[in-house]
């Protein structure tokens, strides 16, 4: 089953392409989050998935591997978010990458340690925005029509606002969460500190923080976490 999620308020994402130590994933489960997702976009392999997963083996929290590419599907973890694209340009990030992956493993896979995910990708200098050829810009009456899409019509359980790498609009973000009545909404994207946190994590259901974990930032990580309580 994939773990129980509806509440998790704080997620740390660490990117396997990134360097992780003992160290470094001491430092994330102290903090106190709820989850770590693993994922990332760019030069992702099984070996990396393999490292991280070997990383945090030893600990209880939750283990989600989000998956971004067919060839870095690595069993063991207690969930798998699969992302839809719901503003790809490219519709293989909507459906295609995910036909190809069920045409390989589909009588192995286990769905009910799969949840699907509505991304709306807003940041146009993020990796995921130019491998996904995502449509920009886009008004909030565009996003919020992306959203509803995707509870309604795709009914997705959660809509993720990434902006991943840049801190992103609360006004928007809480809009799009007024806008939807049974999806929850993450948002992901620029934070760094207990601040950028609290501001989120009043308008979102839950934050996730990547990019802070491989700076100096880290120490503001445990702050981060008590901030969404
Ligand atoms: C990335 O949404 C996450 O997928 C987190 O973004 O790396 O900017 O924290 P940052």
């Not at 790809?88 to 009588?107: R, S, Y």
């Not at 840049?166 to 601040?195: C, H, M, R």
Request: glycine share 8%.
């Amino acid at each position: 089953m994939f773990p129980e999620w509806k509440n998790w308020r704080h997620v740390v994402k660490l990117d396997p392409d990134k360097p992780a130590d003992e160290w470094l994933i001491e430092q994330v489960i102290a903090s106190g989050t709820d989850a770590i997702i693993v994922g990332g976009t760019q030069n992702i392999t099984r070996e990396k998935v393999l490292k991280l997963f070997k990383l945090l083996k030893p600990y209880k929290l939750p283990k989600i591997l989000e998956v971004s590419t067919i060839g870095s599907i690595t069993f063991g973890f207690d969930g798998y978010l699969i992302p839809v694209v719901l503003n790809a340009g490219d519709p293989k990030w909507i459906i295609g990458a995910h036909k190809e992956a069920v045409k390989l493993a589909g009588d192995l896979m286990e769905w009910d340690e799969v949840l699907p995910e509505g991304y709306i990708i807003l940041n146009p200098e993020c990796a995921a925005f130019k491998l996904t050829e995502a449509r920009h810009p886009l008004s909030e009456q565009d996003i919020l029509a992306y959203a509803r899409c995707g509870e309604n019509l795709f009914s997705l359980p959660l809509i993720y606002l990434e902006y991943s790498g840049t801190f992103g609009e609360p006004e928007l973000v809480s809009q799009i969460k007024s806008g939807l009545t049974k999806a929850k909404v993450f948002y992901g994207g620029g934070i760094d500190n207990a601040q950028k946190a609290e501001t989120m994590s009043k308008v979102a259901d839950t934050i996730i923080v990547g990019n802070m974990i491989y700076t100096e930032s880290i120490k503001n990580l445990k702050d981060t976490v008590k901030a969404t309580r």
